[in-house]
DNA sequence: ATGGCTTGAGTGTCAAGA
């Protein structure tokens, strides 16, 4: 099975990208965020055509969460459990044996905001989601954008970022409770090139200067990490014309008797 | 450089992103 998360910053501007590139990679799922728009304006026929199945979770002109898999999803989820929120930011479902948490997780604004106060609220609600579902679910990806670099090796310029937002000690204390509860982040299961990100802002040329943060995670339950053998970065659709901020990040894994 | 782009809303020029 190979996995990918996206986000996408507008599915409407970016579906041309999105089915070039499920043409050009052949995976069984793809999550993406900031969909950024209702069900009425959800391309799925496009990707329906393009041999997915698809579940969205969305709302108009922010956020929004979808999961595509070739296989059926099964066990739908829409929102957190146990908080309440306006904002569409979490998707989840099942996908032959696998279950698939799809998140964007708030981007916080700055330190010490009302909206950070908010993502940290959110990260709470999601630690008990995640501690619930790998009680119930032993095969689990939770990925999207985590609005978190882990750690210092994740971000260009360290120094400059430190305690800032998306680099905050509480914002990676929350990411290493995820790992704590039972996950690895598999982009750290393999070696990887130094200054590997997910993110580059629009301005100042950043991507051509490689001035990233990688934010955007899958991180997989013991037994599905045991399992994957590849994770990357794909910087291709960050070159293209008019591209999403983010790239697609994908991780291979080998699973024992796969339904796909 | 507390914003150098980009998007959605909607027709002015914001809010929001990271």
Redesign the pocket.
């Known amino acids: 099975m190979k996995i990918a998360t996206w986000?996408v910053?507008?599915l409407?501007?970016?579906l041309p990208h999105v089915l070039d590139w499920l043409a050009a990679n052949a995976v069984d799922v793809l999550c993406l965020q900031?969909t950024?728009?209702e069900d009425a304006g959800f391309p799925f026929a496009d990707l329906q055509a393009a041999g997915y199945n698809v579940v969205h979770n969305g709302q108009?002109?922010?956020n929004g969460v979808a999961i595509l898999a070739r296989a059926p999803l099964l066990e739908t989820q829409r929102d957190l459990t146990d908080f309440a929120d306006e904002q569409k930011r979490l998707i989840a479902a099942t996908v032959s044996g696998v279950r698939v948490i799809c998140a964007y997780m708030?981007?916080?604004?700055?330190v010490g905001s009302d909206?950070y106060a908010y993502k940290l609220r959110w990260l709470a609600a999601l630690q008990r989601e995640l501690d619930a579902a790998l009680q119930r679910w032993p095969l689990l990806v939770l990925c999207g954008?985590f609005?978190i670099a882990p750690e210092d090796r994740d971000v260009h310029d360290p120094l400059a970022w430190r305690g800032r937002?998306?680099c905050s000690d509480p914002e990676r204390e929350f990411f290493r409770g995820f790992i704590a509860a039972g996950c690895r982040d598999a982009f750290r299961l393999f070696e990887q090139p130094a200054d590997s990100f997910s993110?580059w802002?629009?301005?100042?040329a950043a991507f051509r200067r490689n001035l990233g943060?990688r934010?955007d995670h899958l991180l997989l339950s013991a037994d599905l990490a045991a399992a994957c053998r590849e994770c990357v970065v794909d910087k291709g659709p960050r070159r293209l014309q008019?591209p999403s901020?983010?790239a697609p990040v994908i991780a291979r894994l080998d699973l024992p008797q796969e339904d796909a």
């Open positions: 986000n910053n507008s409407r501007v970016r900031e950024k728009t108009k002109t922010y708030p981007n916080g604004s700055e909206k954008d609005n937002i998306l993110w802002d629009y301005r100042n943060l934010i008019r901020d983010h």
